[in-house]
């Protein structure tokens, strides 16, 4: 305890003297204040709620799963329309008539019989691959003495031994469901009774590489003249390395490209001097300025809104929150509305926008966002008037699942041209889904397909 001290019977010389002792005490004061301050705002994170894929931009697999409740899945409910469709066209139909009542034994005439239960029982048939062996005549001339050799028929011409199908089939089952190339050779080894090698299949997927290709850069074209385009990039490994998977939702097509790059050169250089009219994207500063316009993604706003106020920001993040609810909404019933009730709803979202901004938030999270809302205002609801921007960037993010999923299978490529191959069929797989086409009937097709455009014809 520090001893009181009489400042009145002090000589001058003595509280100078004093002074000049303390003056060391005060930089250590600031020094510990200073450190203080620096030790709440570090306990202050720790002290903040958890960041989870509901409140922020982590995918799903980083979230911790509740658990299941007890008592497991309810009972199914066994009334019409919860079982199976019957086949409307079966390959054989059997039907079982009775010779006499099981109660009394009596005569049962079969005219008198209605069918009790109908059901269907489907089996594969084995599966065995078909075989067309090629036998080119000729021989030595009779005139001129020379050896000729018939032509192969066209489809048929020498080579690999495996067709168009089975090339096909290795394509879809590696890339579309990462069944690396052991496990892929013994599945068709065991599945359609098919011998082939590891190095047969890994020489079909580089034969693949050219025509995915071609058929990929009329998937781009297509995109790029797109108006609307939306847009999304995750991590990829390439060569033990990290690179970047683009994906470009267009219209009525997908594009994939994969690039050492998460920058804006990537954008600049697919589209060149092409600019759509809107642009959808999350707040990632390369995604910026491609477009006439740009509508920034709500859902990636929400999350992040619902972050600030488990933060304890009442004042303006829970009623930006509401905003950006009501927002969504509004874009869920764009089909039904008119134009000038649209346009009414965007004047009101603007002025109840204006009441919120003038809100002092609370909390470092709910300052963050409010000074992103300022800076980007201009770019939340863009989709209101114009029915055909989506108000979430989530159909990029659904056709960039497949490819993470993949990369956690496989670990990424060993070569570029992989990565690059990956892409192109990822490209062709989600033009077909997007227009609702059969998946492995567009990889043959594009599989059919040469590099100047022309189909090959199909054979089998």
Known sequence: MTPD???????????????????????????????????????????????????????????????????????????????????????????????????????????????????????????????????????????????????????????????????????????????????????????????????AISNMLARAREPLLAAAAAIRATVTASEVVCCDETSARVTGKTWWEWVFVGTLAVLHIIRPSRGKAVVQDLFGSIQPLVWVSDMLGSQRGHAVEWQVCLAHLLRDARYAVECGDTAFSAAFKR????????????????????????????????????????????????????????????????RDVPYTNNVSERNLRPSVIFRKVTNGFRCEWGAETYAAFRSVVSTAKANRASVLQAIRGALLTTPSGHALPEVG
């Open 323 to 386: 905003l950006l609810l009501r927002a969504i909404a509004i874009g869920r019933r764009r089909a039904t509305l008119r134009d000038t009730t649209l346009v009414h709803y965007q004047a009101d979202l603007d002025r109840r926008l204006d009441r919120i901004m003038a809100a002092v938030p609370i909390g470092e999270p709910g300052r963050k966002l409010r000074k992103r809302i300022a800076a980007n205002r201009a770019h939340l609801f863009v989709f209101v008037t114009n």
């Open 5 to 199: 001290i009489d400042l009145a019977r002090l000589s001058h010389a003595e509280k100078d003297a004093l002074i000049r002792s303390l003056l060391p005490l005060v930089g250590q004061l600031q020094a510990a204040l200073a450190r203080v301050a620096e030790l709440e705002q570090r306990l202050a994170k720790f002290e903040r709620p958890a960041k989870t894929p509901d409140n922020s931009s982590l995918p799903p697999s980083k979230g911790q799963k509740p658990d299941r409740p007890a008592g497991g899945k309810p009972p199914r409910q066994s009334r019409p329309g919860f079982g199976r469709a019957l086949e409307p066209n079966p390959d054989r139909v059997i039907d079982a008539r009775l010779d006499a009542c099981p109660h009394c034994a009596a005569v049962f005439p079969a005219e008198q019989q209605t069918p009790q239960q109908v059901y269907d029982r489907i089996e594969l048939p084995p599966i065995r691959p078909d075989v067309t062996r090629v036998r080119l005549f000729g021989g030595r001339c009779a005139c001129c003495g020379a050896r000729a050799t018939a032509a192969a028929p066209s489809g048929l011409e020498p080579g690999s031994p495996f067709g168009q199908s089975i090339a096909a089939l290795v394509v879809y089952l590696h890339y579309a469901h990462a069944i690396g190339l052991e496990r892929l050779a013994a599945l068709l080894g065991e599945m359609f009774a098919l011998s082939i090698s590891e190095g």
